[in-house]
């Protein structure tokens, strides 16, 4: 995958969903948002199984690998070193498939904005279940990692969106 620093280059690229969402919210949760909202890039990571990785940090339940991209980083690189990481395998991404952009505005203040984007990407296929070891888990604050042939029942939404792209 080429190098990516700037997700609105995906909004035209073929092949890749780009959707948009804007949210007004009331003025004291916009700033509790500025300062707890990051930009992720989340890798669906498959095996020769069929199986998608899938981890838990304790807040959002079962997820695709997801790492915080912090302004003008390396989404790719952040992307690669993160399954590696988690995963103690090396890890190709293939291509990005979503990208969700999402605008936080404080009521009242519709010109005053907040925006992250949460970049999904497909990585090449792995043999097996590679998982890295607790300590390197724990480090990452992860709470638990593993594989799944489907979609956790208790996970909806966009996050269950995403992870069925990987799965059945």
Known sequence: METLFDPESLRSHEGV????????IDKKE???ARENLDSHVAVGVTNDEGEVLLMND???GWTLTAFTV?????????GQRGVEKVTGATVQLARPERVRHIELS?????????SI???VVRAVPVEGRPVADEQTLKEEDIQDIGWFNEVPPEQEGDV???IRLFVG
């Open 160 to 162: 269950a969106d995403d």
């Open 30 to 32: 916009f700033e509790a």
């Open 117 to 119: 984007y949460n970049v």
């Open 17 to 24: 969903t780009f959707l948009e969402e804007t949210h007004i």
């Open 58 to 60: 304790g807040s959002h």
């Open 106 to 114: 404080p009521e009242g203040e519709e010109n005053r904005q907040n």
């Open 70 to 78: 912090e302004p003008d980083e390396n989404w790719t690189d952040i």
